[in-house]
Structure formats: structure tokens, C-alpha cells
């Protein structure tokens, strides 16, 4: 699929806040479109859009400017806060931040992990990309579901989601990728990239602004403007693969952005070999 097509399915018309996540559209075949454009509140009943507090001047956010900042998002209502308090969610106090790279931004599957009431942001990564990890999930449809892990390209920006989640939901989240085989996903801070909040349509680059060089993708493209503050990257667990790590297309990385599930699994995968993880990403 073109990656404009892609864009439109996952921050485009297919969004469906304010109604249950059991209506948010969702296909094995598709995963993780479509995603939330916006941020949203997460819980059993519906998904509540959010709107961002005003530009925080505390430079770059982490710990508890983070957790109030985070905190100050609202509904039409109420802040995040206030939505925690009435859904019977654990205070902001007690949440920490967790990059969902894929379909655990899907509502639709958040209600059937049963992870409890969520906010859910939309930030944009930079220096850092999604790509498809080198592993099948065959629990809903054959021949399996590619997950999202992370990896590292010079230059590169696009939109995710950052979730304010608590240890126990952090958990629940990284048990179900595992599909009951403990370790195959490992939750890590990233020691690369930067993180911000990112509140407008924001597309990646195009696959004419990578450059490889035999050995090394890079983009050779402007980065637009930043719209939010910084967030310390740092300090925000991400669940990677750690058994084989990413799909490695012959050197190059196979990024979400610019080619689709079904695309990827049809064209690519079984045709090249596998990163580590450990290779396509420093930790902290």
C-alpha cells in the first residue's frame, strides 16, 4: 500500500472516539490500523477524545513535570485526572510512561488485554523508527500477525502513541505479546532518539528521502517543526523483540510507515534474515 493510503487508515477518517473500543475498526490482516489521531482516554465504556494543555515551560519533561503535564490533557469535561478518579483508574501519581508502538494503541484490542482505564497520547519519535519484528503472532489468524518493535534511523521522524500506564498494566501488555512465552518481548528505555508531543498531522518522510549507503539507511529531509514539548526518552519503557529482534530486508529496515501488514507478509517476510535487537537499538 502507498504510504500516503497507510497514513489516512492510521491518523485519517477511520477514527471512532467517543464510542465503544468494541466498534473501533480492527482486522488481523490490517494490524495495528486503524490507531487514534488523537489523544484519547481509554476505558472499558468508550474512547474519549482529548485536548493538550497549553505549551509547558518546563523544558524537557520527565517524572512528575511529565505525570502533570500529562495530567492537565482534557475531555470535554474533565482532565485526565478527573477521568482516572471517575473510571476508577489509578491516579497519575502512579503511572509511568510506555510507548505503544502498534496494536496496543488499538482500542479494540486494549479491551480484550482488559488492561483498565488508559490515556493514550500521540507523540513523534525522531532519530528512531517503527518496523515489523521477525516473528509471527498465529493466536487470531493464519499464517500470524506481525508486531511493531523499534529501531534506529539516522534522520527519521513519525508519529506513535505514549500510553501513562502503571507497572501492573505495563505487565499485562509485554505478557501479551509474549503469547505466554516469557521473555520473547523485552520492555527497555531507549539511550537514542528523542521523543515529543506531537498534536497536528504529521507525515514521515518518503521513501525517496532515504539514502542507503550499502550498510546504513539514512534520511536526507528536514524535520518539520516540533509542536509539543520534549519528553525525556530516557525515562519511557518500550516493549522491543528481543528473540529475533527486527526483519532485516537485505540490510534495510521494512518500516511501518511505508509499507502495510498484508504487504509486508505477502512481499517481504521469509525473503531476508533478522536484526538483533540489540544491534538496531542502545538501552539504557
Known amino acids: 500500500m502507498h504510504r500516503r493510503g497507510i497514513d489516512e487508515q492510521v491518523y485519517g477518517g477511520n477514527v471512532m472516539e467517543g464510542?465503544?473500543?468494541?466498534?473501533?475498526?480492527?482486522?488481523?490482516?490490517?494490524?495495528?490500523?486503524?490507531?487514534?489521531?488523537?489523544?484519547?482516554?481509554?476505558?472499558?465504556?468508550?474512547?474519549?477524545?482529548?485536548?493538550?494543555?497549553?505549551?509547558?515551560?518546563?523544558?524537557?519533561?520527565?517524572?512528575?513535570?511529565?505525570?502533570?503535564?500529562?495530567?492537565?490533557?482534557s475531555s470535554e469535561s474533565k482532565t485526565v485526572e478527573g477521568l482516572l478518579a471517575e473510571h476508577g483508574g489509578a491516579s497519575m501519581q502512579e503511572r509511568r510512561p510506555f510507548l505503544l508502538l502498534g496494536e496496543l494503541a488499538n482500542p479494540y484490542r486494549l479491551q480484550d488485554i482488559g488492561v483498565g482505564p488508559l490515556p493514550i497520547y500521540t507523540v513523534r519519535l525522531s532519530g528512531l523508527c517503527r518496523t515489523y519484528a521477525d516473528s509471527l503472532d498465529n493466536r487470531e489468524i493464519t499464517p500470524g500477525v506481525h508486531h511493531i518493535t523499534l529501531a534506529r534511523t539516522h534522520g527519521w521522524w513519525e508519529k506513535t502513541h505514549l500510553a501513562m500506564a502503571t507497572i501492573e498494566q505495563m505487565k499485562q501488555m509485554v505478557v501479551w505479546l509474549d503469547q505466554g512465552r516469557k521473555g520473547r518481548w523485552k520492555p527497555v528505555k531507549p539511550a537514542e532518539g528523542l521523543l515529543h508531543f506531537e498534536s497536528g498531522a504529521l507525515l514521515p518522510p518518503t521513501t525517496e528521502d532515504i539514502v542507503w549507503d550499502g550498510h546504513v539507511e539514512s534520511v536526507q529531509a528536514e524535520e518539520p517543526n516540533f509542536s509539543g514539548p520534549q519528553i525525556d526518552l530516557k525515562q519511557v519503557m518500550v516493549p522491543v523483540h528481543a528473540q529475533y529482534g527486527c526483519y532485516d530486508n537485505r540490510g534495510r529496515l521494512a518500516r511501518c510507515a511505508h509499507i502495510g501488514q498484508r504487504d509486508f507478509h505477502e512481499n517481504m517476510f521469509r525473503r531476508g534474515s533478522s536484526k538483533k535487537w540489540a544491534d538496531i537499538l542502545d538501552i539504557c
Open 19 to 73: 464510542n465503544s473500543p468494541r466498534l473501533w475498526p480492527y482486522t488481523p490482516s490490517n494490524s495495528p490500523v486503524a490507531l487514534p489521531h488523537g489523544s484519547v482516554f481509554f476505558c472499558s465504556s468508550e474512547v474519549i477524545p482529548l485536548q493538550s494543555p497549553s505549551q509547558s515551560d518546563e523544558g524537557v519533561l520527565a517524572g512528575q513535570t511529565l505525570q502533570s503535564y500529562c495530567g492537565d490533557f
